[in-house]
C-alpha cells in the first residue's frame, strides 16, 4: 500500500511494488515523481528524512538527510548582513529569503544512501527508480488544484532578481493553472543525470556548480567543498510508548521529539480517557501539553554534532511527572517555560508498505513553499532556505555556526506495537510546526477513538501556528464554536480566522496514515483531503 498528496506519485509507487520493489525503491521513486508534481514543497534543492521498518528484524532504522550551513557563514557575519529587522539584538533570526539561509541540500544523496542500504539489491537501479520521474517532467502532467494553489499563491517567492524562474512558470511567465499541462525539462536532465552519476554527479559536477553559482551571486558564501563534504547520516530512531504502541520518531536535529513529549505528558496527566473528541477539556489538555513540548524541543533540538542534547533525560517518566505538575484543567498555563531535564549537570510526506512487511515513513521538502525560490541554472528546483530556523542567539544550543544542521520541522513517523514490535502505523502530516502537533492528533484518533486511518485524518484540527510555547492556535472548521468560545475563556490565545479554502485548510497540514491489522495483515490507508493525492493498494 501507499499513501502521498499526488495520485502520479501513489502510481508509481505502486507500479514499483507491483513490479517486485520493495518500500524503498517505491519511496524513491515516489519522492521524484513529488518534485516534479509538486515543486512549490519539495525538491532536489531540499532535505529528506526516513523512517524504515525491517520487517524480518522489527527493528526501525533512521535516516538523516538533512544539509549543513556553509562553513564560510559564522555568527557575526549573518548578525551583519541577515538578521531579521525588528526583534531585540540578543535574540533573532535571519530573514528566511535571504541567502544565508540557504543550506545544503540533502535529497539527493539521501535518495542514493537510502537505496544503497535498503533497496531491493539491484532489483531497480537509481536511473530505473527516477525514470518514471523523468518521464512526467520531459512529457508534462496536468497540474492538481491544491498544488496550482500554492504555485500560484507562492509565485512570488520565484521572481526573485537574477533568478532563473522561468525553469518553474508556464510559457505565459505565471504558475501554471489547475489542469495544466507542465513540462519540466530542466528537472529531468537533472534526475538524469543523478541517475548516471549518483552523488558525486550531483554534489560535484553541472548541477553543484550551479548551485554554488547561484548562491554565490546572490552574496551568499557556499562552495564546492561545502557540497563535496555533505554526507546523509544513519541515526537510531527515538521512541516513548503511549497506550499499546511504541511511536518512533528521528532524533534531533528533527523535530520529532515534539511529539514523543507530549504523549509522554499526556501520560503523566492520564486524563483523558472518558472525553469527548475535540471537546473542550480534551483540546485544553492537548494544547497545554504540546506548548510544553515545544518549550522543551525548540530550545534543546539542535544538531548533535554540535551540542549534548539530554534525550533519555527528556524521555524519562520521571521528567514527564515534574513537567505536568503545574496542569490546570480550567486554565492555560500563563508562562511556560523550558524545562530543566538533566539530573547530573517545515513539505511532501508519503507512505509506503511492501508485500514482507517493511514500511517507509519518507518526508521530502523545500522548507516555506518553493523554500528561497531559487533557481540554479539549468537544474529545474529551487534552493531550500533551512537555515531560517538557526537562533542568532549566543549560548543557544540551535546556533548558528559553520558547517552545522538547523532544527528542522520535517519529521516521518511511525509506530509498532509494544507487545510484539510488529508494525502499527507509518503516517506523517506535513506542514512546518503543525507536523508534531499533527502527529499527535492523528496518533490519538486511532488509539484513543478507534477511527480507521482515512476518519483519523479527515477530523478537523488546532495547529498552534508558529510552534512555540506561547504561540496562538488555529482551529479547523468542524471544531465547535462553543468549544472556542470555552478554551478563550480558559486563556488560549485563539486566532480569529475559521474559514473555507485551501489557504486556510493548509495551516492543518497534509496527513499520510497507513495502518495494519495484526492478525490478518491487512492494511488500511487514509489520504489526506487537505492536499490532492489518494490511496492505491494491490
Keep these: 500500500m501507499v499513501a502521498s498528496s499526488q495520485p502520479y506519485a501513489s502510481q508509481t509507487g505502486l507500479d514499483v511494488l507491483k513490479a517486485g520493489g520493495n518500500a524503498v525503491d517505491a519511496a524513491i521513486a515516489m519522492a521524484a515523481v513529488l518534485n516534479v508534481t509538486e515543486p512549490c514543497s519539495t525538491g532536489l534543492g531540499g532535505d529528506c528524512f526516513m523512517l524504515y521498518y525491517e520487517a524480518a528484524s522489527k527493528r526501525v532504522h533512521g535516516l538523516n538527510g538533512s544539509g549543513r550551513s556553509p562553513k564560510a557563514l559564522t555568527l557575526d557575519k549573518a548578525r551583519q548582513e541577515a538578521r531579521r529587522e525588528g526583534v531585540s539584538e540578543e535574540c533573532d533570526e535571519m530573514d528566511p529569503a535571504h541567502i544565508h539561509c540557504v543550506t545544503v541540500p540533502g535529497t539527493a544523496a539521501g535518495w542514493v544512501d537510502s537505496l544503497e542500504r535498503f533497496g531491493s539489491g539491484g532489483k531497480f537501479t537509481l536511473a530505473e527508480v527516477l525514470a518514471p520521474a523523468i518521464r512526467l517532467a520531459e512529457e508534462g502532467f496536468p497540474v492538481s488544484p491544491v498544488t496550482a494553489h500554492w504555485w500560484r499563491e507562492n509565485e512570488t ?13 508556464s510559457a505565459s511567465g505565471k504558475a501554471p493553472m489547475a489542469g495544466e499541462v507542465f513540462k519540466n525539462p530542466t528537472l529531468a536532465a537533472s534526475m538524469r543525470e543523478l541517475g548516471k552519476g549518483g552523488k558525486k554527479a550531483f554534489y560535484e559536477g553541472r548541477i553543484g556548480q550551479a548551485i554554488v553559482d547561484m548562491i554565490q551571486a546572490q552574496g551568499g558564501v557556499m562552495t564546492m567543498e561545502d557540497l563535496k563534504e555533505h554526507e546523509s547520516t544513519w541515526v537510531e530512531a527515538i521512541s516513548t510508548t503511549y497506550g499499546p504502541v511504541r511511536v518512533w520518531e528521528i532524533p534531533p536535529n528533527g523535530q520529532g521529539l515534539t511529539a514523543l513529549l507530549a504523549l509522554n505528558y499526556l501520560s503523566a496527566l492520564r486524563q483523558l480517557e472518558g472525553l469527548e473528541h475535540n471537546s473542550a477539556d480534551y483540546l485544553h489538555q492537548l494544547l497545554e501539553v504540546m506548548r510544553l513540548a515545544f518549550a522543551d524541543s525548540r530550545y534543546y533540538v539542535s544538531d548533535p554534532d554540535s551540542s549534548s542534547i539530554p534525550l533519555d533525560d527528556l524521555l524519562s517518566p520521571e521528567y514527564a511527572s515534574a513537567r505536568v505538575e503545574g496542569f490546570n484543567p480550567l486554565v492555560a498555563q500563563a508562562d511556560v517555560t523550558k524545562g530543566t531535564p538533566t539530573r547530573s549537570s517545515s513539505t511532501v510526506s508519503f507512505q509506503v508498505v511492501d508485500a514482507k512487511g517493511n514500511a517507509v515513513s519518507f518526508v521530502n521538502s523545500n522548507y516555506m513553499y518553493f523554500g528561497s525560490g531559487l533557481v540554479p541554472r539549468g537544474c529545474g528546483f529551487t534552493l531550500q532556505n533551512r537555515g531560517h530556523n538557526f537562533s542568532l542567539e549566543t549560548g543557544h544550543p540551535n546556533v548558528l555556526a559553520p558547517h552545522k544542521r538547523p532544527y528542522h520541522t520535517i519529521i516521518p513517523g511511525m509506530a509498532t506495537w509494544a507487545s510484539s514490535g510488529d508494525l502499527f502505523s507509518s503516517f506523517s502530516n506535513m506542514g512546518g510546526f503543525m507536523q508534531p502537533q499533527g502527529h499527535v492528533q492523528v496518533l490519538l484518533n486511532l488509539l484513543l477513538f478507534n477511527m480507521d486511518p482515512q476518519a483519523a485524518v479527515d477530523c478537523p484540527r488546532f495547529c498552534i501556528k508558529d510552534g512555540t510555547q506561547g504561540g496562538a492556535i488555529s482551529f479547523e472548521e468542524g471544531i465547535e464554536e462553543g468549544v472556542v468560545e470555552e478554551l478563550r475563556r480558559r486563556d488560549h490565545t485563539v486566532l480569529d480566522e475559521r474559514r473555507e479554502g485551501y489557504g486556510h485548510r493548509a495551516v492543518f497540514g ?18 489526506d483531503g487537505r492536499g490532492d493525492g489518494c490511496v492505491y493498494g494491490w
Excluded: I, Y
Design 510 to 527: 497534509k496527513a499520510q496514515v497507513v495502518t495494519r491489522d495484526p492478525a490478518t495483515g491487512v492494511l488500511w490507508g487514509g489520504s
Design 157 to 169: 517567492q520565484l521572481n526573485r532578481p537574477g533568478n532563473h524562474q522561468a525553469e518553474l512558470l
